[in-house]
DNA sequence: ATTGACTCTACAGTAACTGTAGACTTTAAA
DNA sequence: TTTAAAGTCTACAGTTACTGTAGAGTCAAT
């Protein structure tokens, strides 16, 4: 299949799917008389293995690890359980600091009120400090 | 001041100062002989407003917004009141997509223990699906 | 033969900085 | 007074994960 149905069938942009290519994530493949890059099965599945992770917000350096070691199956799957880990404290810290910041945003937003000016504006003027 | 102090009284680097100018969130001051750039108090002021403004994750193109109704103190400040809520908003949504993806991660922690190879690994099957 | 849809490469733009190179200025010590 | 270190200057590249665009070539159907 060409890239245009390899797209629609993996919900991912063409644009999208030359990219990860340049970057290492597909492989190159094969390519047709006028240059037009051909698809089979097994790159439907690796294309959806990225976007599966990529859902997960799995950057891509980190994608292209979980591939390394998803090409040596003898290896310990140890790394993989650390990268899951790490990437889960990075959720929660983010997690928490939006908190806090939904808590700082809501101070704020009680410091004025509608019909106001800018020059008494209790939010401008709690900004200003 | 010079460029330096300015950045230490604020705990801004250097760089950032003259990205901030460059954007047009600090007016361009006034230099001295050798072009350096000389501060004074109402810089820190306005340095300090829009370190503040970041802290609460407001974007630079918000806080150009924001800057630019200041300088209209008569104006109606009903825009900072909307600006706010919507930012608001986003918080409260990037939170909830947040959330979803910590419970996608833990669901796909436990598919995977300690002590196994990578053909075998929990994980990354589910990744593949 | 032609038209329209599709694909190709290469490059610019996004957000908010950070880092680097190479030149110039200032300040303090020798 | 010289010199060396520290600070500053501009301009540009790099970061992340794409998206958008230009201009040219290819394919499929009429």
Partial sequence: ???GELAKL???????IRYY???GLLRSIKRNEGNFRLYDTR???ELLFIKHCRS???SLSEIRQLIDLKN????TCNNVNIL???HNKQVDLRIRELKELKKQLKILRRKCT???VVKDCGILLELSQ
Avoid: H, W, Y
Avoid at 10 to 16: L, N, P
Avoid at 72 to 75: A, D, V
């Fill in 84 to 86: 899951v880990d790490r």
């Fill in 72 to 75: 040596s199956p003898e290896t």
């Fill in 21 to 23: 290519e340049k970057e």
């Fill in 10 to 16: 993996t919900a991912c942009s063409v644009q999208t």
């Fill in 114 to 116: 509608a019909g106001r």
């Fill in 43 to 45: 790159a439907v599945k």
């Fill in 1 to 3: 299949m060409k890239i």
């Fill in 56 to 58: 997960l917000d799995i």
